[in-house]
Nanobody, 120 residues
Framework: QVQLVESGGGLVQAGGSLRLSCAAS????????MGWYRQAPGKQRELVAT???????NYADSAKGRFTISRDNAKKTVDLQMNSLKPEDTAVYYC??????????????WGKGTLVTVSS
């Protein structure tokens, strides 16, 4: 069973930093893209950042210049370094991974989410 487990959320003051981590576990062939999404109260889930297996990153406009996504293919982890946090960054952050199963099917997996709260 494939699992994505996030860690690192919490409460931080505006202007502060947090680092989110996500680890993939279970039996599968490989991981393609990994990424972070977020969902604020009353809003739809939105992209924050993604990164390919080759290390090419893509950011939402709201994250550019403040957030950095990175991954360790050997450890099957993806991190999100968030700096200069704003109250509008408050949301549940979800890890996502495109995983190639042992049956060589590509499937989307999600973590359960970690809450980030930025106080003003």
């Amino acid at each position: 069973q494939v699992q994505l487990v996030e860690s690192g959320g919490g409460l931080v003051q505006a202007g502060g930093s947090l680092r989110l981590s996500c680890a993939a576990s279970g039996s599968f062939f490989s991981i393609k893209a990994m990424g972070w999404y977020r969902q604020a109260p009353g809003k739809q889930r939105e992209l924050v950042a993604t990164i390919t297996s080759g290390g090419t990153a893509n950011y939402a406009d709201s994250a550019k210049g403040r957030f950095t996504i990175s991954r360790d293919n050997a450890k099957k982890t993806v991190d999100l370094q968030m700096n200069s946090l704003k109250p509008e960054d408050t949301a549940v952050y979800y890890c996502n991974a495109e995983i190639v199963t042992l049956m060589l099917r590509t499937m989307d997996y999600w973590g359960k989410g970690t809450l980030v709260t930025v106080s003003s």
